[in-house]
């Protein structure tokens, strides 16, 4: 095959990826599941059907290679994934999995399709060798779905103060539980005194760590900054069409400028926030990952308040209750732009990098951030 | 659900490699002392350095070579525009031309006047203006009262414009004058002139901005006669024409690199080891910028492949406007110091202070932010 077919041949793959994806979050996500699993009205559901219908299409594996078992898609095409189910409130952590299991076989691990949690960075675990392979002490905290996952991935350092990447199955003791604002599960688990096989303890790969910056961390920011392109995209699509459906004073919102000027301000927000997120996902697996994902966390942590906001203002009291589907979009926005480091977190970082480069080296930075040469 | 049409590849290899000899030829120039990039801005009329720009075959990138141009892709034009106002370079007196004049009479221009300009405008040596506002026609362009009347082989003008940029440097005005009736859209009835400054019948008054800058006038034409020839575009076509032009005007990176400078002395102000209120600020200004880069570029693409995305260039104006506009705001709150034009050897209350006062005209130039925020509420469906 020449490379052009080849990439036709790839393009056709990712369309059909994409479209069944699209398809079963259709099909399963009623009102009355996504109802189930919010957990800010008690406790959330599992709904292993849909996560079971998931992992039959091979969908966990989206962004791990062929060669290694998965489907190959390109990271672009992941992230729309990744975005769609962002847009649908998809409450499972196929996000989670789909990064993390390239992630992991990025390391050289064997990856499965079992539904994988990422361990965001806060409170570090420790890893001591031990006859079984390797003890752990410390603990996961505000792991997403992490009593319902049979796997995780954190960072953690040794007595050397050397990072590893560490799988955890079966990863055991609850310790708390508690809902973000989109009433998805966020739990604290109990690590001190498990051990795990030396297979289970791997180097993560440079592209995906920085100095300061986990691998898990950095991944699970870009993947809520893909989601968060989707619940913008929902929460933007949302105002237009509630703005033209609306009447007041005899005619629709839409036709009222103030109004027409929230969403095109709205749509500078999504339209920033998507370009971000679009570079983030052309450098996975890239030297250029950890900036551009600190570049995609801070635009779409940014852009979340304001649309959030917006949304809202458009949507009058209807949009302020439970029954209107809105806030499925939004209470997810102010929840994702503070996971996995708050955008002002990663603002911080890129700052700190700028300054110490020095103001001659930022034009070249953000040319070689952008794909070129610099 | 809406999508723009924005994507994230990279341009293509052949307008990368354009950046290393414009940086060249940048460098060349900053060290010759030609100019000093925190002092100057894209809009700084210097006919000296257009020439050498010219000679160095940095303008009229995208004309075909028949008319002296490069018969480069709009891309390869893209990194040198980007790359120029990333230096500061003083860029005013081919900007227009190299921008939307010299592409405009390129598709609608006489034989003649593209024989006649568009050479000197690749050499840099033929400077223009954008005769489109008048005193009652600012944001409503379509109330242009200025008025051509056919004699003969001539057209004769009369009426004035205002705000006109550089009108007392520039070689030529294309200005949009009324010859008929404007219709029930309003949009009939006007139609494009390449206007030669130097022929009689044209007074131009200058108009001081808030830095005492002497940089747009006003522009008055009494019985002034332009040949049928310079005229662009059919009779009665010149709205069609202003909003293609305006296409271009509003999505280049000149719509948010314009206090670029002050950015890079802001960097070098607060040092290697900022505190966390001036890391987090600028890291939040430098996530702006870089999804700007990435939205420009993808318009720049869009454009090269004769897509005209009107709300996709609406949207890089009204978030770039934002950006630029928030800069010396924010960067006023770093690093405590009292701005000023005329302090000398330090760059950073110098930057902020130009910044400061040249601020209010970038939601105001090419289109204000209210009437960019309509296009793009057009283009959303809802109006
Ligand atoms: C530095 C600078 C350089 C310029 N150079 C040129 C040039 O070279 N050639 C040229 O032709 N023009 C030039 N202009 C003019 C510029 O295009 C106009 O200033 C601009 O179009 C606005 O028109 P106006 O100033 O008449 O303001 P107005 O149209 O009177 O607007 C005043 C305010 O009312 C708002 N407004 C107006 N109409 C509406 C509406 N329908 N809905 C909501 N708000 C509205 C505007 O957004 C603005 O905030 C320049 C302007 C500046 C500041």
Redesign the pocket.
Do not use: A, H, P, Y
């Given at each position: 095959m020449s490379r052009t077919d080849h990439a036709e041949a790839g393009d056709a793959v990712d369309g059909i990826v994409l479209d069944q994806v699209e398809r079963l979050l259709a099909q399963h996500l009623t009102p009355a599941l996504l109802a189930a699993c919010d957990g800010a009205a008690g406790a959330a559901a599992w709904p292993a059907d849909l996560w079971a219908a998931l992992a039959e299409s091979g969908l966990p594996l989206a962004l791990v290679p062929e060669a290694e078992g998965g489907i190959g898609l390109t990271a672009t095409t992941a992230a729309q994934l990744i975005r769609r189910c962002g847009r649908a409130a998809l409450p499972l952590p196929l996000p989670e999995t789909v990064a993390g299991a390239a992630l992991w076989a990025a390391a050289g691990g064997q990856a499965g399709d079992d539904a994988l949690s990422l361990v965001p960075g806060g409170s570090p675990v420790r890893i001591a060798p031990h006859a079984d392979g390797f003890v752990l002490d410390g603990r996961a905290a505000q792991v997403p779905w992490g009593g319902s996952v049979p796997a995780l991935l954190l960072d953690a350092v040794d007595a050397a103060g050397v990072p590893h990447l560490v799988r955890v199955t079966a990863p055991g003791t609850l310790r708390d539980t508690h809902h973000d604002l989109a009433g998805e599960p966020r739990d604290t688990l109990d690590l001190t005194g498990r051990t795990v096989p030396a297979d289970d303890v791997r180097t993560a790969p440079g592209w995906a760590a920085e100095a300061g910056v986990p691998s898990v961390d950095s991944v699970g920011a870009w993947v809520r900054a893909q989601q968060m392109v989707g619940a913008l995209e929902t929460c933007l699509g949302s105002a237009l069409d509630h703005a033209q459906e609306r009447q007041q004073f005899g005619r629709p919102l839409a036709k009222f400028?103030a109004i027409q000027h929230m969403l095109a301000e709205a749509a500078g927000h999504v339209a920033a926030a998507t370009a971000a997120a679009d570079l983030a996902a052309a450098c996975w697996s890239d030297p250029r990952f950890v900036l551009a994902t600190a570049v995609a966390k801070a635009r779409c942590g940014e852009a979340a308040g304001h649309v959030a906001a917006i949304g809202h203002q458009i949507h009058g009291a209807m949009g302020f209750t439970q029954e209107h589907p809105l806030h499925r979009a939004t209470r997810r926005l102010w929840s994702w732009r503070d996971e996995f480091g708050s955008d002002a977190l990663w603002q911080e970082r890129i700052g700190r990098a700028v300054c110490a480069g020095g103001g001659a080296a930022l034009w070249p930075m953000l040319v070689r951030l952008r794909g070129g040469a610099g | 659900m809406h999508s723009f049409r924005f994507s994230a590849e990279p341009l293509p290899p052949e307008a990368e490699a354009a950046r290393a000899s414009v940086r060249a030829f940048l460098d060349a120039e900053r060290a010759a002392g030609h100019f000093v990039p925190h002092r100057t801005s894209w809009t700084t009329f210097d006919a000296a350095f257009s020439r050498r720009a010219g000679a160095a075959g940095l303008i009229g990138l995208t004309l075909p070579e028949a008319y002296g141009g490069h018969g480069r892709s709009g891309l390869v034009r893209f990194v040198v525009t980007e790359e120029m106002l990333a230096a500061g370079a003083p860029c005013g007196a081919h900007w227009i031309a190299d921008r939307q004049s010299g592409p405009q009479i390129l598709r609608h221009g006489t034989e003649a006047a593209k024989r006649a300009i568009l050479p000197r405008i690749c050499r840099g040596d033929c400077a223009f203006?954008?005769?489109?506002?008048e005193p009652n026609s600012?944001?409503?362009l379509a109330a242009v009262r200025t008025r051509a009347v056919r004699d003969g082989d001539d057209w004769v003008i009369n009426g004035s414009?205002i705000?006109?940029?550089n009108a007392h440097q520039v070689d030529y005005l294309l200005a949009l004058v009324r010859t008929g009736e404007p219709g029930p859209d309003r949009h009939g009835g006007l139609t494009q002139f390449i206007v030669d400054m130097a022929a009689p019948g044209v007074t131009v008054r200058p108009i001081l901005?808030l830095s005492g800058h002497h940089?747009?006038n006003e522009v008055f034409f009494t019985d002034y006669r332009v040949p049928d020839a310079m005229r662009v575009g059919a009779e009665g076509a010149g709205w069609g024409l202003v909003t293609e032009e305006l296409a271009f005007e509003r999505s280049g990176p000149d719509r948010f690199l314009s206090d670029y400078r002050l950015l890079v002395e802001l960097v070098d102000r607060i040092g290697p080891e900022p505190d966390r209120f001036q890391a987090v600020e600028t890291g939040r200004m430098v996530a702006q910028l870089t999804a700007l880069l990435g939205m420009s570029a993808s318009v720049a693409r869009l454009l090269d492949q004769g897509v005209v995305p009107g709300v996709e260039a609406a949207l890089v104006k009204d978030v770039g406007n934002g950006f630029e506009r928030a800069v010396p705001e924010i960067a006023r709150r770093l690093v405590p110091v009292e701005p000023s034009l005329t302090v000398q050897g330090d760059a950073f209350r110098e930057a902020l202070g130009g910044v400061t006062l040249r601020a209010p005209?970038f939601t105001?130039?090419?289109?204000?932010?209210?009437?960019l925020r309509?296009v793009i509420a057009r283009g959303l469906g809802l109006r």
């Open positions: 400028q | 203006g954008i005769g489109m506002s600012g944001s409503d414009k705000w006109t940029t901005d940089e747009f005209s105001l130039r090419g289109g204000t932010r209210e009437v309509g």
